[in-house]
């Protein structure tokens, strides 16, 4: 069963305006969310991460916010570029197991001129 | 630092067949990770190991999965026999695992492509 789940597997937004992913999950334990990046034909790179203490994490054009009563974050994208085009995976992991991120499915992300 | 190196990069191979992944993590990490990537499932840990010990193989599919990490700077994954369903691309990643998650960011490798016919 998905413990992260983003549901939607494909978004297109026009560049400079904003793109909003978001992801759910559904294990309580969870307390460490991290967004990677992932380009065609390479590896996942790290992007942002949030502690359960916040609710909001910011770095660039890049926010991420953390609803933890809904079990819900969102990674906001202001303003999107072409280049921020790529498949983004949402991943969480447990207080006290720190090393095991469990990945959601992704979302393709699209920004057309 | 070269980052991650898996290789092959891209594998085809027969139903049956042995396929051997093949990983050098980042000099200094401690931590190494297996991932399988499908459409349905997303990224999924397979194992992971912890100064060269496996310390989590429960996503690990099945007994024709194995993985080993005879030292800090390699680690294989064997699928034996290969069947279709295996066909993926597999993730290994590194990190360096510390008391503050402040460094513990996994590095991934560039994946390998795998289809089994």
């Known amino acids: 069963d998905q413990q992260v789940k983003q549901n939607s597997p494909s978004l297109s937004v026009q560049e400079g305006r904003i793109s909003i992913l978001n992801c759910d999950y559904t294990n309580s334990m969870f307390d460490y969310f991290l967004w990677y990046k992932k380009y065609p034909a390479e590896g996942p790179t790290f992007l942002i991460s949030i502690s359960s203490i916040k609710d909001k994490n910011e770095d660039g054009r890049f926010t991420v916010f953390l609803n933890k009563s809904a079990k819900h974050l969102s990674l906001h994208i202001v303003p999107s570029q072409p280049g921020d085009s790529a498949v983004y995976f949402c991943?969480?992991?447990?207080?006290?197991?720190?090393?095991?991120?469990?990945f959601g499915t992704g979302t393709r992300l699209q920004v057309f001129p | 630092d070269a980052g991650v190196i898996q290789s092959p990069r891209h594998e085809v191979t027969e139903m049956g067949q042995e396929v051997t992944l093949r990983c050098k993590p980042i000099?200094?990490?401690?931590?190494l990770f297996w991932y399988r990537q499908t459409m349905m499932r997303g990224l999924e840990l397979l194992i992971y190991f912890n100064n060269n010990v496996p310390i989590d193989d429960s996503g690990m599919p099945e007994d024709r999965f194995s993985a080993k990490m005879p030292n800090a700077s390699f680690s294989t994954l064997k699928i034996q026999p290969s069947e279709p369903r295996d066909s993926a691309v597999y993730f290994c990643?590194?990190?360096?695992?510390?008391?503050?998650?402040?460094?513990?960011?996994?590095?991934f490798g560039p994946g390998t492509r795998l289809t089994v016919l």
């Open positions: 000099s200094g990490h401690n931590s």
């Open positions: 990643a590194s990190s360096l695992i510390s008391m503050t998650r402040s460094t513990d960011t996994q590095y």
């Open positions: 991943a969480a992991s447990e207080l006290g197991n720190t090393d095991k991120l469990i």
